[in-house]
């Protein structure tokens, strides 16, 4: 297991994300507490030693079962993750009544690591308001030793995360963000690495296979992938991107059964970064996948000046091909949540002034139409 520095800590390259457990018969909130059992065990034996639960997963069922099978081993052999869930707003106001909640389901008296869960679009004002106390919480318990590290998970945008370091990135020491090859462009990924370089912050990478979905790949980039390492899995190459990203501390992936933590434990046997040939073969592999799904947007803003309800098209059309591309998902509806009603994509009245200038002939009022209706807006 290759491992990485953190302060005086010697973190595993690869952590083990508790999101997707072994579950039975397809059921998220019936975690298969042997089969999960199984992995901590291969996990613990062969160097795993982060783990990272949150109070949603698996319908709230995740922290009391890593807290049981962690509980087995000593307690100085691991790290244990777990976050505040601000990305529920309902939360805001129950901080200290949820941390000793976590505390008892994960049975410690500390947090090795504890995070601002989904700092985005939707809750950051709530977690900038001083009235709900959390920032000046946690920090007590930082002080007090329930808490060992601080930092903050985002799927927000860049403007998000700075608003949210302007005002506590000096006591930040780590960011949790959404990155692998597809988002280093599709998600802003490679401006939030920068912008945490920025600040001094080291990377946790989640979504390194952006949900499995890097995991297999069409038979033709497979083929080009093989014909530059012909002995690596597919998978692989999503965890190789990632070691040739320096600013990468940690790696989180939810596995959900024995044979993908064994694969991806013997894939961080060893360091083997990307060369430029494969990067950018791999990043052109991205780039196919993307423009199969996605409008071609180049963000000239043509469109604002010319749409009679000043409707910040580029930004929805990112959101759009985000939400076709995942076929679903939190992020739009997350990131629209925020948005006043005449700014939405049904906002749009069709007069199609915008696409008499749009650059790429885009059909931007059908797009905003299905947007809609995917949406369920009206």
Not at 257 to 280: S, Y
Not at 323 to 340: D, K, N, R
């Amino acid at each position: 297991m290759i491992y990485k520095d953190f302060q005086d800590l010697k973190l595993s390259a690869l952590g083990m994300g508790a999101m997707r457990l072994p579950v039975i018969d397809g059921d998220d909130s019936k975690i298969d507490v042997q089969a999960a059992e199984e992995m901590v065990a291969w996990a613990m034996e062969h160097g795993v030693n982060y783990y990272d639960t949150a109070w949603g997963y698996h319908d709230g069922k995740s922290e009391l079962v890593m807290g049981k099978l962690l509980g087995r081993y000593p307690r100085d052999s691991y790290y244990l993750a777990t976050k505040f869930p601000g990305y529920d707003l309902s939360n805001m106001d129950k901080v200290e009544e949820i941390f000793e909640e976590q505390l008892k389901k994960c049975g410690t008296e500390y947090f090795d690591f504890y995070l601002f869960h989904n700092v985005c679009e939707m809750n950051i004002d709530s977690y900038l308001d001083p009235s709900y106390g959390i920032f000046e919480y946690l920090m007590k318990q930082k002080a007090a030793g329930r808490i060992r590290h601080l930092g903050f998970s985002a799927h927000g945008s860049c403007a998000v995360m700075e608003r949210f370091l302007d005002a506590y990135g000096k006591d930040m020491e780590f960011c949790q963000i959404q990155l692998n090859y597809l988002d280093w462009t599709f998600q802003g990924a490679k401006e939030k690495t920068e912008l945490l370089t920025h600040y001094g912050i080291p990377v946790w990478v989640m979504e390194p296979l952006r949900g499995g979905r890097l995991a297999s790949l069409t038979k033709e980039s497979e083929g080009i992938l093989k014909g530059l390492r012909p002995e690596e899995l597919v998978p692989a190459w999503a965890f190789r991107f990632l070691q040739t990203i320096p600013e990468v501390t940690m790696v989180l992936s939810g596995m959900s059964d024995l044979k993908q933590l064994k694969e991806n434990i013997a894939t961080f046997g060893e360091e083997k970064p990307l060369n430029a040939r494969e990067m950018e073969a791999l990043l052109t592999i991205a780039d196919g996948m993307i423009k199969k799904k996605s409008l071609p947007c180049t963000a000239c803003h043509y469109c604002v000046s010319h749409c009679p309800q000043e409707l910040d098209i580029p930004a929805l059309i990112e959101l759009y091909n985000e939400h076709c591309f995942t076929e679903g998902g939190f992020i739009a509806p997350m990131a629209l949540s925020a948005y006043p009603k005449e700014k939405l994509p049904s906002a749009c009245i069709g007069c199609r002034s915008c696409e008499a200038v749009c650059p790429q002939q885009i059909k931007i009022s059908e797009a905003m139409a299905d947007f809609t209706a995917k949406l369920n807006l009206d």
